[in-house]
């Protein structure tokens, strides 16, 4: 049972702290007056907020790091040095609407060696300030949910198997699309659960309490960490071809071996 590295106490603490805020803040939706402007426009400064802790945190523990922030968008580092790639709150609707239901997520990505980009993900975590939960993975070492090791789900049927995904919404997402792969899959799996953080469906995932996951239209902060997760914690994760990119963003597919091939073949079909 491998120990915090010191990168992953520092994207820890950084979570921690912001999530303690993002606590208080979510203490305070419920009293606030149902209206249009008034909570949508404290959420969004809770996010502002917590991004901003992130940053400062983690900007004093590696200066010369580049960063990608939901809000805050791209900062460049130091030639040569990694990003850190910042969700400072998933989940913003469930916030929103007093669902105590979302997430921090934070990834470290390293350049490419020949410089023409970004590679691989090499740490990621996945916080959740109301259960106190740390998921956590570095590459080659496995996932982890604080000390206990993480795995996929072994589960090789599609009749037992609970899948997650997100839904399109007003302004988001493609629903002919969804709606051809939702008729493919849905008569086949045990469940279908759709709950609105795609970090935590991810988080899940490698910790085997969902058996797949498929949505697309994310960002790069939605699914890097998550990304990680899953693979270290032996899940396969592509696009809806089959590909897989380091941080799979604009379609994702994930499970363990054998649910990814039939999860794939039925999705595959559905958008022939």
Known sequence: MPALTGLLTIMEKAARKAGGKLRRDFGEIEHLQVSQKGPADF????????????????????????????????????????????????????????????????????PKPDGSGWGDIFAGLVYNPITDESFWAERGKGAWLGHRRMRVSARRQLNEALVATGTPYKGHGDFEEWGKIFAAIGPQVAGIRRFGAASLDLAWLAAGRYDGFWESGLSAWDTAAGCLLVREAGGFVTDYRGRSPHI????????NDILHSKLHKLLAGALK
């Not at 991004?51 to 400062?56: K, N």
């Not at 580092?77 to 850190?84: L, T």
């Not at 799979?248 to 499970?255: C, K």
């Open 43 to 110: 959420v969004s400064k809770a996010d502002e907020r917590a991004e901003d802790t992130i940053f400062r945190e983690l900007e004093i523990a590696r200066p010369d790091w580049g960063f990608l922030l939901e809000e805050g968008g791209e900062i460049a580092g130091a030639d040569g040095k990694p990003r850190f790639i910042v969700d400072p709150l998933d989940g913003t609707s469930n916030f929103l609407h007093g669902i105590p239901h979302f997430a921090i997520s934070i990834a470290v990505q390293d």
């Open 248 to 255: 799979a963003d604009t379609q994702v597919l994930a499970a």
